[in-house]
């Protein structure tokens, strides 16, 4: 009488690969991939950052937490940045890092996501700089004045290195016009967005700007839109001891209200 055929037991007893078993498999070569990159050295970010004109005099640690010294950006001078990446955002195919920016007369740090196509956004933004730091960056901003900038930006989203929206705050003190006249304008308080701003206005950035000390009483709106154009409107006035020359200055701008304000426009292109 023949016998049923045997079936092979070690095949049958062999362990099968369930999809808990292939999450398993991923992560560990997720791990090996990270814990590779983790320990590749700084220096090599630096062909890919001078594509974008940035330089360093020397770099640091790894990839993963490094520190490059004598940044500079097309010429002008950074300063010392060192940064940590945050390895959650790289589980969500984005690159997230810690950077803080150190010089002598100031620094910038912030929490910075980045997404493939190249926009950002920044959380915890704080900046202490002198102006003189800005406007040797070639950022279009106005050259000559002197002061002193300090931001601070819980929420700042950049799209196509433009910001489209931007929440804070951001104080200018001590601003000193440019050559030739060198006339001290005070210092100057802005809130971003503007909650004066009407609602469903026009896309941009908006801030309310006001004087904290100096020469004139400044009650304004700046806008910033999409095609970087700018436009600052508002009140001024003369208070204190304004010198004469200043209160002459402000006839231009036509007659004066019963509280002494005379409106006023600025515009123009970053």
């Given at each position: ?18 999809k808990?078993?292939w ?10 991939v ?13 062909g ?36 940590s ?6 589980l ?135 095609d ?43």
């Amino acid at each position: 009488m023949a016998r049923p055929p045997r079936r092979d037991r070690a095949a049958q007893d062999a362990p099968r690969f369930t999809k808990k078993h292939w999450r398993l498999l991923a992560l560990g070569l997720l791990a090996l991939v990270v814990f590779s990159v983790a320990t590749l050295p700084a220096s090599l970010v630096d062909g890919r950052m001078k594509r974008y004109g940035v330089t360093a005099v020397s770099y640091a640690g790894s990839i993963w937490s490094g520190t490059a010294t004598g940044l500079a950006w097309q010429g002008a001078t950074l300063g010392d940045l060192r940064w940590s990446v945050a390895p959650l955002a790289l589980l969500r195919g984005r690159l997230g890092a810690h950077l803080q920016l150190t010089r002598p007369d100031g620094s910038v740090r912030a929490d910075i996501t980045a997404a493939l196509s190249g926009n950002m956004d920044l959380r915890g933004t704080q900046v202490d700089l002198p102006l003189e730091a800005l406007n040797a960056l070639p950022l279009g901003l106005p050259k000559g004045w002197r002061g002193r900038v300090r931001a601070a930006l819980p929420d700042l989203r950049i799209v196509k290195g433009w910001p489209t929206s931007v929440q804070g705050t951001i104080d200018m003190d001590d601003l000193v016009a440019p050559p030739p006249r060198n006339a001290s304008i005070g210092s100057y308080h802005a809130t971003l967005p503007d909650p004066q701003a009407p609602q469903g206005g026009s896309p941009g950035i908006t801030a309310r700007v006001a004087a904290k000390e100096g020469p004139f009483a400044v009650d304004a709106r700046l806008t910033l839109a999409p095609d970087r154009n700018f436009l600052l409107e508002g009140t001024l006035a003369p208070r204190g001891d304004t010198p004469p020359a200043l209160r002459r200055s402000l006839e231009i701008l036509g007659p004066a209200d019963a509280q002494g304000r005379r409106p006023f426009s600025v515009s123009g292109t970053l």
